[in-house]
């Protein structure tokens, strides 16, 4: 049985930073690209971040670019998003996904105010 499980949920201050785990299993996680996504209330889901399976290579929406980074430990089957700088506009719920599968986490709350 495929799982994804985020964590990381909690409530920051602007400018402050907060990191997201995603723990995966039930497949061979190394062989798997691992996407980030988000939903504000009242807003679609978007893409956040990217990280492939072979080589790490990242990508990221433009307003999180410089800010957020996004990184893999095939080890312990997790992938991380490291947040700094956040801003009232990050705050939703995050979702970490394997790409053109069904397999979805349960969703991470990330609140940035003050």
């Known amino acids: 049985q495929v799982q994804l499980v985020e964590s990381g949920v909690g409530t920051v201050q602007p400018g402050g930073f907060l990191t997201l785990s995603c723990v995966v299993s039930g497949l061979t996680f190394a062989a798997y690209h691992i996407h980030w996504f988000r939903q504000a209330p009242g807003k679609e889901r978007e893409f956040v971040a990217s990280?492939?399976?072979?080589?790490?290579?990242?990508n990221y929406r433009s307003s999180v670019n410089g800010r957020f980074t996004i990184s893999r430990d095939n080890t312990y089957k997790t992938v991380y998003l490291q947040m700094n700088s956040l801003e009232p506009e990050d705050t939703g719920i995050y979702y970490c996904?394997?790409?053109?599968?069904?397999?979805w986490g349960q969703g991470t709350q990330v609140t940035v105010s003050s």
């Open positions: 996904n394997i790409p053109l599968t069904e397999y």
């Open positions: 990280i492939t399976a072979l080589d790490s290579r990242a």
